[in-house]
């Protein structure tokens, strides 16, 4: 299923306009205004949703309090299911974020099953510094029975899958215990590992998740755009060939830990960056918004993913039309991938390379694809076989 997959990615919280800070109370059915989206995710030629936290939480959804309830800030099962049913009707695939590295300080676990948790003494070890946060024991197998039931429990909801917040910090040994018996009930799960550097290859081949994000991928292209420095974009693909001969990575141009694509390179380039991601091989996703134009700054501040985290309008027929232009190429670019799903696993291997022009090729058998980066002129051709199609 990976290989055909193209998610819309949504920070939930944001995305409904939710408070991140101070809630409490009765659930506000706020899941249910994700649903007049759904026809544009379609019409925009995503067939998966890929949610960041939906759990009961403190704040922002990663300082999570209860694995088995749907956070009130968005409602409740009723409105998962709901959410669910409706992505099930349109043939949207749906992956939930699942936050098994850490809890809240404030989690129950703290007190009654200090077990679980991870000490330094007498308190509990907090994940990278951040006091709110608070490790799990990974080498207490009860966790792992904990992570396989939380799997399972919204598995069985009929989601198809799960990221796994900073997988990188978890040992792999845990995530292969916890995959194979996840896998025995659902063979066909999808585990998106948050990996931002490292042996990607290897982290693959010892968690034996079905994919990890490509960082490496996402730093190149804004970069290079940036800069006017496509040998490194180059370099980039060489290495990303490599890591496509044994998985296939999970690739994007934004998220919602990240500064927007269009502040990163402009308006005038995200177009060009959204069609050198849709043209390589991986399971591509969209960052709701950035097919929009949408922009935004991460800061290392408290708060300072808010801005890239916005609401939307309460249906697209509110959207501004400045971003008509942007979602047209967009929509191209996923229909292009859409027509020549074998890009997804194709060798690629870069034929030439300056600062301001790149090509590089596509093969799968007899077919390919030659794409052509030229930054002078702020555009990308595609040719496929028998087809052509020209962004920016």
Not at 4 to 10: A, P
Not at 216 to 239: G, M, P, Q
Not at 351 to 376: F, H, I, M, P
Request: glycine letters at 8%; one cysteine or more; charged letters at 25%.
């Amino acid at each position: 299923m990976l290989e055909h997959d193209i998610w819309w990615q949504v920070y939930p919280l944001g995305a409904v306009g939710a408070p991140i800070r101070g809630e409490v109370g009765e659930p506000s059915h706020r899941l249910r205004r994700l649903e007049p989206w759904l026809d544009y995710v379609v019409e925009l030629g995503c067939n998966g949703l890929l949610l960041n936290p939906i759990f009961a939480s403190v704040s922002h959804g990663y300082d999570t309090l209860d694995h088995y309830r749907v956070d009130p800030r968005l409602g409740d099962d009723s409105d998962l299911d709901h959410l669910i049913g409706e992505c099930k009707a349109r043939g949207l695939n749906v992956v939930l974020d699942g936050v098994f590295n850490h809890v809240s300080r404030s989690h129950p676990f703290v007190t009654e099953r200090p077990d679980l948790i991870a000490w330094d003494g007498d308190e509990p070890r907090a994940w990278e510094g951040h006091g709110d946060l608070v490790e799990l024991d990974h080498s207490n197998p009860a966790v792992a029975d904990l992570t396989v039931d939380v799997m399972c429990h919204w598995l069985r909801r009929g989601i198809s899958g799960w990221r796994l917040d900073v997988a990188y910090a978890v040992p792999t040994a845990f995530w292969r215990d916890v995959a194979a018996r996840v896998r025995a009930e659902f063979p066909d799960v999808i585990f998106i590992g948050e990996v931002i550097h490292g042996d990607y290859v290897g982290f693959i081949e010892e968690s034996t998740l079905t994919t990890l994000t490509q960082y490496e991928l996402w730093k190149a292209i804004w970069s290079a755009l940036k800069d006017t420095n496509l040998w490194e974009l180059a370099h980039a693909i060489d290495r990303h060939a490599e890591f496509c001969s044994h998985f296939i990575p999970q690739t994007f141009v934004g998220n919602h830990d990240v500064t927007r694509i269009a502040t990163l390179v402009g308006p005038r380039l995200a177009p060009v960056a959204a069609a050198i991601l849709m043209s390589l091989p991986g399971a591509p996703s969209v960052y709701y918004g950035d097919e929009q134009g949408f922009t935004g700054t991460k800061r290392e501040q408290f708060a300072g993913d808010d801005e890239v985290r916005p609401a939307l309008p309460d249906s697209p027929a509110d959207l501004s039309p400045l971003g008509e232009g942007i979602h047209r190429e967009y929509q191209n670019l996923i229909g292009f991938r859409r027509r020549h799903p074998w890009l997804s696993t194709a060798t690629v291997e870069v034929t030439s390379k300056s600062n301001e022009a790149l090509t590089y090729r596509c093969t799968s058998g007899q077919r390919w694809c030659d794409v052509r980066v030229d930054l002078e002129r702020a555009s990308v051709s595609l040719i496929a076989d028998d087809e052509a199609i020209d962004v920016g």
